[in-house]
């Protein structure tokens, strides 16, 4: 009888012990940290909300015509549909303007990780020509010529008012609360079995098993934050090379988050592939261009059902649709 109990527990610490195993082995795709972020930026509510009618105003470009949001459009997962972004008088910009879904949690920003935070970050698009082509004193003076905006931002920065910097602080108080909802891959990964299909459920061992994405797509974001070059055939651009001017560098471009990819082709900062499948032939090919193509890509033989697989997964990120409000723009 005795022995028989010991036995019952000992199976009750093994149940307990695989339990909490396979916890701490999906723990790396867990996103608490989305609620700490997202609390922290809602407390401060008031900088949130002037932060959004900013993000919305066209009067922040030097035509008044353009909008953060007419690039990153939350109707199109923040981003634009384009192959590659369109801005001031029609120029066509020479990258795809990236979903900023998540971006909170990057420690670099762009393609090729030229700014570090988020209020810096702001400002670049603002000033950039062929972007939304705005000096930035003269946004000051017609900022301050808009009661709705004086009172706004007396409001969250006292008597410093409108900035420069506190332009930049605004806006990205509101983008860290962009963040990504619930998708069937966290519910399935939080252990509600049935939220993935099979051939996600299949698409993910895949990931991170024969098809090797996560060595770079790794996290509960999907980025490793860093760069490399994955062989794209006829570009031109240095990438991470023109910041960190180093040779090992070029063509090398910031892994991108896959979460909600489904919402933002075209893919690559290019725009060059116009779905998910295409880009899963390109790396079942182990890339195209041979220089300085990153050690890590190497061709995966793949067959049609695993590829189809690897689409099935990638498309159980795409969280619930979130209800964007437009904001009153004041006067
Ligand atoms: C004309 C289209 C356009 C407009 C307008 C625009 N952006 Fe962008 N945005 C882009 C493109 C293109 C990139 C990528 C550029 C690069 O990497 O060199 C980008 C990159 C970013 C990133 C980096 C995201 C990441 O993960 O690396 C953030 C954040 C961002 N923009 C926020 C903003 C904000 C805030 C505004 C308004 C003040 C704005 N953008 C206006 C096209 C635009
Ligand atoms: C060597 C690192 C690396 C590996 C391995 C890797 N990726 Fe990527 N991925 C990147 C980088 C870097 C980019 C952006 C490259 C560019 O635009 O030049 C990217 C882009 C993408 C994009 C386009 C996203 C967008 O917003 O444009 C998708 C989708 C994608 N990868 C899926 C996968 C899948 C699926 C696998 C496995 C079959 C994989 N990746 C393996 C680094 C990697």
Redesign the pocket.
């Known amino acids: 009888m005795f022995r028989q109990k010991r036995k019952f527990c000992s199976l009750l610490v093994l149940i307990f012990l695989s339990f909490s195993f396979s916890a701490m082995a999906n723990k790396d795709y867990l996103v608490p940290q989305v609620t700490a972020v997202s609390k922290m930026a809602k407390a401060d509510k008031a900088a949130v909300k002037l932060g959004k009618m900013l993000f919305f105003d066209p009067r922040l470009s030097g035509s008044n015509w353009i909008s953060c949001a007419t690039c990153h459009n939350p109707a199109r997962g923040w981003?634009d549909g384009l192959p590659t972004a369109i801005g001031h008088g029609m120029t066509k910009l020479g990258r795809?303007t990236?979903?900023i879904l998540n971006t909170t949690f990057n420690p670099v920003q762009f393609?090729d990780g030229r700014a570090t935070t988020l209020e810096e970050q702001a400002l670049g698009p603002i000033q950039a020509a062929g972007e939304m082509n705005q000096n930035l004193d003269e946004l000051v003076r017609e900022l301050n010529e808009i009661k709705g905006y004086r009172k706004a931002f007396k409001k969250v920065y006292g008597d410093e008012g409108i900035t420069k910097a506190n332009i930049g602080k605004a806006i990205a108080a509101y983008e860290r609360t962009i963040t990504s909802t619930d998708s069937k891959f966290d519910r399935w990964i939080s252990g509600k079995e049935k939220s993935l299909s099979k051939a996600a459920s299949r698409g993910f061992k895949?990931?991170e098993g024969k098809?090797?994405?996560?060595?770079?797509?790794s996290g509960f974001n999907?980025?490793?934050n860093?760069?490399?070059?994955?062989g794209?055939k006829g570009?031109e651009?240095l990438?991470r090379m023109a910041v960190s001017q180093n040779e090992k560098d070029k063509?090398?471009?910031?892994?991108?988050?896959?979460r909600d990819?489904e919402l933002?082709?075209?893919?690559?900062?290019?725009?060059?592939?116009a779905t998910?499948e295409d880009?899963?032939e390109h790396?079942?090919r182990g890339g195209d261009a041979k220089e300085n193509l990153?050690?890590?890509?190497q061709p995966?033989n793949?067959t049609k059902r695993e590829k189809a697989d690897?689409?099935a997964?990638?498309k159980s990120l795409t969280g619930k649709a979130q209800k964007v409000s437009l904001p009153q723009l004041p006067n």
């Open positions: 981003s795809a990236p979903t393609w895949l990931f098809a090797a994405c996560v060595s770079c797509h999907f980025t490793d860093r760069f490399h070059n994955l794209l570009t651009d990438g063509g090398a471009f910031k892994t991108p988050t896959l990819v933002t082709a075209p893919y690559m900062h290019n725009g060059m592939y998910l880009v899963v790396y079942d990153s050690p890590l890509m995966l793949l690897l689409v997964f990638m």
